[in-house]
């Protein structure tokens, strides 16, 4: 029970950063048509994620406009997007945000905790461009220095 409220508040912050990010920019998009995949794979100290959501928000500050597509990481830390239910997502410019339900035995363990900002799209400092045409897969490795 105590990690579905660890999710969900987790989810809670990944909404409310997405929410930010879409109120300057509207739903308008210049970027060009044509869909394209995205999928790719998440680690944390070396390791693979073992699971959380990955958000791509549209980056308004660069053209890109409409809702974001959130996926969820796979016990190998792997990713694939979905957008209306289909594999092919619109090109442009993203945001990315990754939540993970909080560790509290990593840090009683002297384990680092992955990044909390990471979970805003607006503050994680993660950007991807998705050009039309192409197969795209990501790879975003996670590091935080111990000791």
Known sequence: MRSVVQL??????LVAGVVCVMLPGGC??????????VR?????????????LIV?????????GGRPIPSEIAPDGTFQLRHNGAEEIPPGWYRVAIAVVP??????AGKPLFPLQLARP????L???????????????VEVPTG
């Open 8 to 13: 969900l508040i987790a989810t809670v912050m």
């Open 28 to 37: 308008s998009s210049s970027t060009p048509p044509g869909p394209v995949t």
């Open 40 to 52: 790719g794979r998440v680690t944390f100290q070396g390791q693979p994620l073992t699971g959380g």
């Open 56 to 64: 791509f928000a549209p980056d308004p500050d660069r053209g890109s």
């Open 103 to 108: 560790d509290r035995s990593a840090l009683s």
């Open 122 to 125: 607006d503050r994680s400092g």
């Open 127 to 141: 950007m991807r461009e998705v050009t039309p045409g192409k197969e795209h897969v990501f790879e975003f490795v």
